[in-house]
């Protein structure tokens, strides 16, 4: 029998990168994961690559309708859940003096109220004991360029993390954040070119003090440790960084 074997798990933005390092490492324990993603291709790969009973749900984590029948179609299939990643989230690189409203608008949709109305509607599932994760960023505590306004909309999840580890609380659900540094999930390639994104990255290797970007594996082990582990722990932040914003 698997570690994590009847556990039920709801994974925002499980399609790729660190929600799917996490479905996979979960599923490989036992689990019974439902995965969302925006893109129904990318979807399909990854039910395919998790296989068993796992479940894809196209949803888009900035739309409340979507949200909505999230919180149904998690409720058909499992009942209850044991543990919610929402970790559902874009990035978006500009200068201050460029960044438009039509960009701060979506980096606050996507990564700030997006999470924060996925687990008020998955709250009700969400069995005693259970844990929620947020997925935040370690630019809510580095003054980085070209990231203000996402840096803003991860240290507004950063203080929903404390409050809502204080409201549920009485129901002894665990709220606790998972703070990645530089990992190498793809999601640079995505809003990139190629050649732009492998400069990045090895610039990002040669300034952090392990001299290496991490991995999405690196960072599901911390989420499933949140979830699942950090029994005496909540309204925390865990960071995964290889050191870059504590040396």
Do not use: W
């Amino acid at each position: 029998m698997g570690e994590y074997e009847g556990k039920k798990v709801v994974i925002t933005g499980g399609s790729s990168g660190f929600g799917l390092a996490t479905a996979r490492l979960l599923a490989a324990g036992g689990a019974r994961v439902l995965i969302t993603g925006r893109n129904q291709d990318t979807l399909d790969a990854a039910r395919e690559q998790l296989g068993g009973d796992a479940i894809a749900v196209r949803s888009d984590a900035s739309s409340a309708p979507d949200i909505d029948a999230l919180a149904d179609r998690a409720k058909a299939a499992f009942g209850s859940i044991d543990a919610l990643f929402a970790n559902a989230g874009v990035n978006g690189f500009a200068p201050f003096e460029a960044t438009s409203e039509e960009l701060f608008d979506q980096l606050m949709a996507i990564n700030a109220k997006g999470p924060y109305f996925t687990v008020q509607k998955l709250a009700p599932l969400l069995a005693e004991g259970s844990g929620v994760v947020l997925t935040t960023s370690v630019a809510n505590v580095l003054g980085l360029p070209m990231l203000s306004a996402y840096a803003a909309s991860k240290a507004a999840l950063r203080s929903m993390t404390r409050g809502l580890a204080r409201e549920l609380l009485p129901r002894r659900i665990r709220v606790n954040a998972v703070s990645p540094g530089p990992i190498d999930s793809g999601i640079l390639e995505k809003s990139m070119p190629r050649e732009a994104a492998e400069q990045m990255k090895a610039q990002m290797a040669a300034d952090n003090p392990m001299l290496r970007m991490g991995t999405p594996e690196e960072v599901a082990r911390a989420v499933v440790f949140l979830a699942f582990e950090a029994t005496y722990t909540t309204g925390a932040e865990l960071t995964v960084d290889g050191g870059g914003s504590q040396l």
